[in-house]
């Protein structure tokens, strides 16, 4: 069964600290996508990752991709009030020309500040 | 337009009725997928077109759900005989390519079945 999984679900952390989100999937891909979600909101893309050892950096967030571990992480540097929302990972487990992504659950992360 | 755009915003209808979603792509993009989210949940995958076929419709639950795109912009998302759980946000995206094209998705449609 083709999964993708993230963790943590859930995390509430202080203003200025540091934190990784870790998403993991089942089968082989080498192209990830980190999304954003406000609540009430569309998806709005952060990072396209389509080989191994990608890394993607946008202000205070940095995305990585290990195609042999099946594993990105998205790390947050110095966290502000403003990126608390909920993050989705999706992988590209198509196989052929067609184009199906598989997503994680998402991760809300609140912010306090 | 600037983005894509989905109507209706929110939709309640009674068990049974039949419901139409729209989606009106970014100019210019050839790609055109319908995904469909519940409450905390990620998107899934219902289908994509590729200028005005459906190149996989895999995702679709039922034959209670279609969609078309005849002109290769504008599609609807068409669906038979509601139930309950077809209950959800129905999120169209587009995309300039087909694959590994970076997705730019519209606010989505609610639908309620009462």
């Known amino acids: 069964e083709l999964k993708v999984e993230q963790n943590p679900l859930f995390l509430s952390m202080q203003e200025g600290k540091n934190y990784t989100i870790y998403c993991n999937y089942s089968?082989?891909?080498?192209?990830l996508y980190w999304y954003r979600q406000d609540p009430g909101k569309s998806l709005e893309s952060l990072f396209v990752?389509?080989?191994n050892g990608a890394v993607k950096q946008e202000g205070r967030l940095m995305a990585s991709l290990d195609t042999k571990a099946r594993l990105s992480t998205l790390h947050i540097t110095a966290a502000v009030h403003d990126l608390s929302a909920t993050y989705f990972c999706?992988?590209?487990?198509?196989?052929?020309?067609?184009?199906?992504?598989?997503w994680g659950a998402g991760t809300k992360l609140i912010i306090k500040p | 337009g600037a983005g894509v755009s989905q109507t209706p915003s929110n939709k309640v209808t009674e068990k049974g009725k039949y419901v139409e979603l729209r989606c009106d792509p970014i100019?210019?993009?050839?790609?055109l997928y319908w995904y469909r989210q519940s409450l905390g949940q990620g998107p899934e995958f219902l289908i994509y077109?590729?200028?005005?076929?459906?190149?996989?419709d895999s995702g679709l639950p039922n034959d209670r759900f279609f969609a078309v795109r005849p002109e290769g912009s504008v599609s609807t998302l068409k669906i038979q005989r509601t139930e309950r759980g077809d209950s959800a946000v129905y999120l169209c995206?587009?995309?300039?390519?087909?694959?590994?094209?970076?997705?730019?998705f519209g606010e989505g449609s609610r639908l309620t079945v009462l």
């Open positions: 089968t082989t891909s080498d192209r």
């Open positions: 995206a587009s995309s300039r390519i087909g694959r590994a094209g970076e997705l730019f």
């Open positions: 990752l389509l080989s």
């Open positions: 999706a992988v590209d487990m198509s196989l052929d020309s067609n184009y199906q992504l598989i």
């Open positions: 077109f590729q200028g005005t076929g459906a190149a996989d």
């Open positions: 100019s210019g993009h050839t790609a």
